[in-house]
């Protein structure tokens, strides 16, 4: 199973650049008709803009790709965006660069700076995940115990997803695929074995970016 990057939640970035509003937005997007839909929503949002210009990459192998200079001038819009996209190395993402022209024309290359430009500052504050095998590992203790547990999953790279109270607590953390069985036997060591552990199958979960 392969990793990748993409945008994890919708963003928006807006600036002016002579006279004119760039509003750029990103978001997480798996397959095609996610893309197509998230476009539209954009559109329909800025229904009276002189243009709503679009890339994306709607796959994990980067092989789903469009984009669109949607009115403005061949090649200085859709595929600056993609190209941002690319260059970042992300997947399953889409942006739209929406403009409400302000009277004063750019010229080829100052659309494709402008368009490049809110495609990358969009991206910049985006929510940015690596999408990373891991596994569910469930984790049962007493609840004597549990203060202990807390301790040690907080000082893990793992996130917690689910805990569960009955006669005992069961804490479900997702973990990377290539660390659980590590993460397992370092969580039996630090409690002593008052723990019984659990793997569930492999998937891809959005783990934070670092740095």
Do not use: W
Not at 5 to 19: A, D, Y
Not at 58 to 79: C, H, I, V, Y
Not at 91 to 112: P, S
Not at 147 to 154: E, G, N, Q, V
């Amino acid at each position: 199973m392969q990793g990748y990057l993409s945008v994890c939640s919708t963003s928006t970035h807006e600036k002016v650049i002579e006279r004119s509003r760039f509003i750029a937005r990103c978001g997480h997007v798996e397959g095609e008709e996610e893309a197509r839909a998230f476009i539209g929503a954009v559109r329909a949002e800025h229904s009276l803009a002189t243009h709503n210009c679009f890339a994306f990459v709607a796959d994990k192998a980067g092989n789903l790709l469009r984009f669109s200079d949607d009115g403005e001038p061949q090649g200085t819009a859709g595929m600056p965006i993609l190209e941002v996209i690319r260059s970042k190395k992300l997947f399953e993402t889409a942006v739209v660069v929406t403009r409400y022209f302000g009277g004063i024309k750019l010229g080829a290359g100052g659309l494709v700076r402008a368009y490049a430009g809110a495609a990358a500052d969009v991206l910049a504050g985006a929510d940015i995940r690596a999408f990373t095998p891991c596994r569910d590992l469930r984790l049962t203790v007493g609840y004597e115990h549990y203060d202990a547990l807390r301790r040690y999953l907080s000082a893990r790279d793992c996130t917690v997803k689910d805990t569960q109270y009955t006669d005992k607590v069961s804490v479900v953390a997702a973990v990377r695929a290539a660390d659980a069985a590590s993460f397992a036997a370092g969580a039996v060591d630090f409690l002593g074995g008052r723990v019984a552990c659990s793997e569930g199958e492999e998937y891809l979960f959005p783990f934070p970016t670092i740095g």
